[in-house]
């Protein structure tokens, strides 16, 4: 990949087939604002060409953190994309501050360069028969969300969306998810509605009242498993955005390769490439 200077770029083509196209890009991109959403989380805006802005929802991008002293990651940081809009040339992340690379990630002020790769793998669908979705997620799995919720809204999609976190002021996103015209549910481990049970009634009174015809998630194993359930026994289709640790992000270094139940059959598949999104029936929880 070559990188010119600022905002401008070359794409390199044939690097990952995504949603039927061949390019991926690099490129340095501006910091317009770096700002704390919580105690835990922030959010990270870019200016970044208009070009590598051809997004699939669910689709990722691989994140160069910047070295802070004497501290270098060497690695990318793959990261799950919150917001885009390519007239104006921006995408934003949704982040926690957890190891190393995130704590340099929060060091980014505006107009600081920052370098990403993307967008990479393959992600949500929507069948045009599909009316009433459901989004469950929890903590940073709602940024994976935010952008099919966009994407539904803009189909006019009947959209729920449930939010789940540890506590109320850990909670992201409602507001976002309003804002595209969801009913919003939050449920919260601090007075116990997040628990299985009370989620497992929350959803089944949705299928009763309304009929769902698709679930999405990302976030939690117990999520993945009630899900999975539900929709079994509904016959209710659904997708999981799964998270991995990575190195290379487009498949070469099979890092990131996890089991999938396949018409019973095991197999094995590259997150970073064959997914981050898959069918929810085959991830198997972790």
Known sequence: MTIQSGETMRDEASINSVAGRASVYECDCTVVDNIPVNTEYRHLILKAPKAGLDITPGQFFHLLCPPVGDSVSYLRRPMSIYHFDKEAGRIEFLYKVHGKGTHAMATLVSGDQFNIVGPLGKGFWIDDKWQNLVLVARGVGLATLA??????????????????????????????????????????DHDGSSSVENLDGIISDLINDQGIDSFYTCGSNRILKLLQRICLDHGIAGQIALEQQMACGIGMCFCCVRSFNVDGEIVHRRVCSEGPVFDLQEAQPW
């Open 147 to 188: 952008p099919l919720a966009r994407y539904a809204a803009v189909r006019g999609k009947k959209l729920t969306a449930i939010c789940s976190a540890r506590s109320p002021e850990v909670l992201m996103s409602q507001d976002l998810f309003h804002s595209y015209g969801a009913e919003v549910i939050c449920v919260t």
